[in-house]
């Protein structure tokens, strides 16, 4: 079994950054890709960032190309959203997100998940 624990969400000024971290527990991580996916009032759940906890994959979303850098700390088993120069519709809850399937966009792909954060950017 894995836990996805989110954090590091709020409320933040266009333009701001804000920095979300994901810290996993339970079984071990080597050859899971890890990804950060967002889903606002009345969308469906969209990708946004993930790369692979061994190895140097690192893929996005070309709405936060730019933008966002996703990262791990292995030694903390943390992963990292850095989002900067933020922008009013990038207001969603953010979920952090545990799978198999390399390079994969798709949220059913994804076999674990956190309970989300907030973040809301202001005009």
């Known amino acids: 079994q894995v836990q996805l624990v989110e954090s590091g969400g709020g409320l933040v000024q266009a333009g701001g950054s804000l920095r979300l971290s994901c810290a996993a527990s339970?079984?071990?991580?080597?050859?899971?890709?890890m990804a950060w996916f967002r889903q606002a009032p009345g969308k469906e759940r969209e990708f946004v960032a993930a790369?692979?906890?061994?190895?140097?994959?690192?893929y996005y979303a070309d709405s936060v190309k730019g933008r966002f850098t996703i990262s791990r700390d292995n030694d903390k088993r943390t992963v990292h959203l850095q989002m900067n120069s933020l922008k009013p519709e990038d207001t969603a809850v953010y979920y952090c997100?545990?799978?198999?399937?390399?390079?994969?966009?798709?949220?059913?792909?994804?076999?674990?998940w956190g309970q989300g954060t907030q973040v809301t950017v202001s005009s």
């Open positions: 997100a545990a799978g198999m399937r390399e390079n994969s966009r798709y949220a059913p792909d994804y076999d674990y």
């Open positions: 339970g079984r071990t991580f080597s050859s899971y890709v």
């Open positions: 790369l692979r906890w061994s190895g140097f994959n690192i």
